[in-house]
Nanobody, 116 residues
Framework: QVQLVESGGGLVQAGGSLRLSCQAS????????MAWYRQAPGKQRELVAQ???????TYANSVKGRFTISGDNAKKTVYLQMNSLKPEDTAVYYC??????????WGQGTQVTVSS
């Protein structure tokens, strides 16, 4: 069964940095895109950043210039480097992988809390 394992969340002060990782395990299926979403309390889940196997990236306007998404196709792993963090970045961050055969799969989420 496909599994997405996330790590790297935590508590950080405003202006600080965190790096999230997400690895797809227990699969040999091809992945088209991997992405990070986030959901803050009382808000809808939103796309933060996405990367394709061709390394094309997309970012939400709110994180452009502060966050960087990268991937390792061989390891089926995606990273999210988050710099200059703000309290409004506080949310549960979810990894999503779009597989060519089975469609979308989500990770369990990792909490990111930015204190002011």
């Amino acid at each position: 069964q496909v599994q997405l394992v996330e790590s790297g969340g935590g508590l950080v002060q405003a202006g600080g940095s965190l790096r999230l990782s997400c690895q797809a395990s227990r699969t040999t299926l091809s992945i088209n895109t991997m992405a990070w979403y986030r959901q803050a309390p009382g808000k809808q889940r939103e796309l933060v950043a996405q990367i394709t196997t061709g390394r094309t990236t997309t970012y939400a306007n709110s994180v452009k210039g502060r966050f960087t998404i990268s991937g390792d196709n061989a390891k089926k792993t995606v990273y999210l480097q988050m710099n200059s963090l703000k309290p409004e970045d506080t949310a549960v961050y979810y990894c999503k992988a779009q597989f060519s055969v089975v469609g979308d799969r989500w990770g369990q989420g990792t909490q990111v809390t930015v204190s002011s």
